[in-house]
Each structure stands twice: as structure tokens, then as C-alpha cells.
């Protein structure tokens, strides 16, 4: 059976659910993020997490469209692609995340206009200074809410 699809191929289901104020995500998942999103620099790298119960389990890189080199974009395509992968291994969508190559993990004016998953976790991975960091977020378009990211042990 197919994901709820809104017209812009998004599961509007998702946008009236609140997120938890922790965002828990396997060791595994956490590592595999970050040296996903360090092998695209010095673009950004873009995809999203799926959980099973109340725990990030698998990533789904997904390819950044966007032609500027600071901004990420997701097609609808793949986007629905993993969707359908996600749902096969009983898993659901549990976040967005996406890299700033020279930036701290802080989200800029054009992912808070630009997240249509507003009740997800939001996760930027930074390269700032050279040094790999994580943070989290919930943005639901007029506030910023930090997320402490809780990294479980398999």
C-alpha cells in the first residue's frame, strides 16, 4: 500500500503530529549520516531517517537537486521512492536532515521558509571549522525549538 500522498507528494499526515522534545537515533544511523554528508562536501547532502517504535533506524540518502552548492533540494520522486522503502520495512518517516559544509548546525532563514515536514525533527550536520557536529531541531515555521539528539547503543 502506497504512503498518503499530499499534492505536493509530502505526507500531509505527518504535519499535525508533534515531535518528542529528544530525538533518538541508533549509533550506527548517526555515523552512517555524518560520513554521508562529509562525502558530498563541499555541497550540502540531504536526506531523511525512518523509525521503528520511538528510534532513528535507517537513513535514506537522498540526491541533492539543488543546483547552488549551500542549498539542498529532495525531488518529489525520491522522496516517494523512499517513502514506499520506508513502509516495506514497517518503518515511518521521523526526520529531515541535511548538511551546511561551512556553517554551524543552526538552521538559516531558508530551511525554517523551506520545511514542509514541520512537525518532524529537523537535523543539520555541520562541518564548521572543519569539525563534524550534529543538532537538532522542531521548526514549525515561526519557532526554533532545539532537539537534544540521544544516540542509543545497538
Known sequence: MAPAMGANGINDSLKNEAPPKDYKIKRDIYERIIAYCEKALPNE?????????????SIWPIKNESLNRNRFFMSVDAIKRAFYK?????????????????????????????????????????????????????????????????????
Open 45 to 57: 547532502a540531504c536526506g531523511l531517517l525512518s523509525e521503528v517504535g520511538s528510534v532513528g533506524s
Open 86 to 154: 520506508m513502509e516495506e520495512k514497517g518503518e515511518h518517516l521521523s526526520a529531515i536532515f541535511h548538511s551546511h559544509p561551512s556553517t554551524p548546525p543552526i538552521p538559516s532563514s531558508y530551511d525554517i521558509k523551506n520545511n514542509p515536514y514541520r512537525s518532524l525533527a529537523y537535523i543539520i550536520v555541520s562541518f564548521y571549522k572543519g569539525k563534524a557536529d550534529m543538532a537538532c531541531f522542531k521548526m514549525d515555521g515561526k519557532t526554533i525549538a532545539p532537539m537534544k539528539i540521544i544516540i542509543i547503543d545497538d
